[in-house]
């Protein structure tokens, strides 16, 4: 019904700064409110960013405020996440999620519609 396709991983150096890309295709009125997880080694997923449909409301866990910046492409059916300042505890695989309901995505991992397959970002010391 819903694919979401996230691109912009890579490996980098404390300090440096990655952005995030997410693209969604189908139907995509069913991912009207989007966000960001992520899962580091032998962690289990946490939620990082999220937006609304109109990309008026953003919220981010408290390790990430003032470093990461979510937004939304003017068509609606991209999302990005501007990662700035990387410490080494933001290496994880980081996940596109998409929902219905922008308090699915705040809740938790549990309750997301749709799931990109994941980009790698990896932050060096």
């Known amino acids: 019904q819903v694919q979401l396709v996230e691109s912009g991983g890579g490996l980098v150096q404390a300090g440096d700064s990655l952005r995030l890309s997410c693209a969604a295709s189908g139907r995509t009125f069913a991912v009207s409110a989007m966000g960001w997880f992520r899962q580091a080694p032998g962690k289990e997923r946490e939620f990082v960013a999220a937006?609304?449909?109109?990309?008026?409301?953003?919220y981010y866990t408290d390790s990430v405020k003032g470093r990461f910046t979510v937004d939304r492409a003017n068509a609606k059916n991209s999302v990005f996440l501007q990662m700035n300042s990387l410490k080494p505890e933001d290496t994880a695989v980081y996940y596109c999620?998409?929902?219905?309901?922008?308090?699915?995505?705040?809740?938790?991992?549990?309750?997301?519609?749709?799931w990109g397959k994941g980009t790698l970002v990896t932050v060096s010391s």
């Open positions: 999620a998409g929902d219905p309901n922008l308090s699915d995505i705040t809740r938790g991992p549990k309750y997301i519609d749709y």
């Open positions: 937006i609304s449909m109109s990309g008026g409301s953003t």
